[in-house]
């Protein structure tokens, strides 16, 4: 299964659509019969009222049940009685399913384009009865079609809504070889990504004709990973912020975003610059700011700038954007292949060469562009040079490519300084090639790192 990377770009999610498990409704599904009947807690043969009694008492704490009743009672197998073994039985009673073993087969209702849109990422986190559940023994549907699992882990799940949706009940179906179910805690959509996969692949990363640091050029073998196509814009950050908010895994400042819960609590994820002033106050440059606000409505963008890339975050902020959706930053060497589309290019650009139209650098602009204002390298990647340069999940050090692992580097194991990647729209043209290492302590913010 391929990992997923999130090359600072990031993902969308609102408060309507952060939802609970109240909004996922379950139908039972019964296996091969037992002569030992699930829910048959006074064990004498059926299945009846006298059982949902006993199951209501145990439910309202009326009675403390024998560790043998509590297993009989447990219809889900999860290990505790709760509402679904309730359900369960009383489905067993209304004569809905035959008595047997019962398992889950959860079901998400009424997918709509209210909230959900063709190409979104779908984040289903669930709880697996059981390990032995693998990634070809899931099948999802969306009413009776089968959609293509993107990722498969033993807590999410993860799907790209296709072409052809329109609205439905998405279903995860356990093989028939497995006898236990998934728990759905809840889903999040992420709207507006795509996600691009790339092949297990080898290509040569680095530079010998220019900074030291680029040296030597040496062969890099990578697993399979997606990256998204475009950089993550003020839009989806401030839409993670409000949920963020709501977790109370962020505080809000006058003049920041602060991390609240998590490895890296207590930093700075996002800053509200208002741009740059002379000590007079004169203002200088109020174009390059952050443009996502709070009030007391929550995060919001101001109108206009919510396709720009967003700016002004930290390390500390994209690492934990991408954190919340079980993903992460990619690495410099995961960076450097996709940048260069599979065809050794030195800029990231439509066909591996720079000028005005083909990327935003040198001032010629003097400010971020929405993502996807130019054509994309062969991978199908936009603004990886120039624009704003983006943060990669390694520790820097100048001297790291005569030491690095041939398969799959991550960087050092520590530093002072996070590696940032792709030049921004502030640098010149041969400072965006796609081997240019730079690097940033990773509490810096600026208006051309995003």
């Not at 296996?31 to 006993?54: H, Q």
């Amino acid at each position: 299964m391929q990992q997923t990377r999130l090359c600072l770009y990031f993902w969308l999610l609102s408060k309507e659509q952060f939802l609970s498990i109240s909004t996922v409704s379950f139908c039972l599904t019964r296996a091969a019969a037992s002569s030992t009947y699930r829910g048959d807690i006074n064990e004498d043969g059926k299945v009846n009222i006298f059982d949902l009694l006993e199951t209501l008492k145990i439910l309202s704490n009326k009675v403390e049940p024998t560790e043998r009743a509590r297993q009989i009672a447990d219809m889900d197998e999860s290990g505790s009685v709760n509402i679904f073994d309730l359900l369960g039985m009383l489905r067993v009673l209304s004569g809905a399913e035959q008595p047997g073993i019962i398992y889950w087969e959860p079901v998400i209702s009424s997918l709509s384009k209210k909230f959900i849109d063709i190409g979104d990422t779908l984040v289903i986190y669930v709880e697996n009865i059981d390990n032995t559940i693998t990634a070809d023994s899931v099948k999802a549907y969306i009413d009776s079609a089968e959609v293509e699992l993107l990722e498969f882990g033993l807590e999410r799940i993860m799907i790209i809504i296709p072409e052809w949706f329109d609205r439905g009940e998405l279903k995860l179906a356990v093989g028939s070889d497995t006898t236990n179910g998934i728990y759905i805690v809840k889903y999040e959509p992420i709207p507006g990504i795509t996600m691009v996969p790339l092949p297990a692949d080898s290509f040569q990363m680095g530079l010998d004709t220019l900074e030291a640091d680029e040296r030597p050029v040496h062969t890099v073998s990578l697993d399979a990973f997606q990256i998204s196509t475009t950089e993550i814009t003020n839009a989806q950050y401030a839409a993670y912020l409000n949920i963020a908010l709501e977790l109370g895994d962020i505080i809000v400042t006058e003049d920041s975003v602060i991390g609240a819960a998590g490895e890296y609590s207590g930093h700075t994820y996002l800053e509200f610059s208002k741009g740059f002033y002379l000590p007079t106050g004169e203002p200088i440059n109020t174009v390059n700011r952050c443009y996502i606000k709070y009030d007391y409505f929550g995060f919001s963008v101001e109108p206009g700038k919510e396709e720009w890339p967003v700016v002004f975050v930290s390390w500390y902020g994209a690492y934990a954007f991408a954190a919340h959706y079980g993903m992460s930053l990619p690495t410099e060497a995961e960076w450097e292949y996709a940048a260069r589309g599979g065809r050794q290019f030195e800029f990231a650009t439509v066909d591996g060469t720079l000028s005005t139209t083909k990327a935003n650098y040198g001032m010629n602009v003097g400010y971020p562009r929405k993502v996807g204002t130019y054509l994309p390298n062969p991978f199908g990647l936009r603004e990886m040079t120039g624009n704003v340069s983006e943060w990669c999940g390694d520790w820097y050090d100048r001297y790291y490519y005569s030491n690095s692992p041939l398969q799959d580097p991550t960087g050092p194991e520590s530093g002072s300084e996070r590696v940032a990647r792709g030049g921004g729209f502030n640098v010149c043209g041969l400072s965006c090639r796609v081997s240019n290492r730079s690097s940033h302590a990773p509490n810096y913010r600026s208006s051309y790192i995003g």
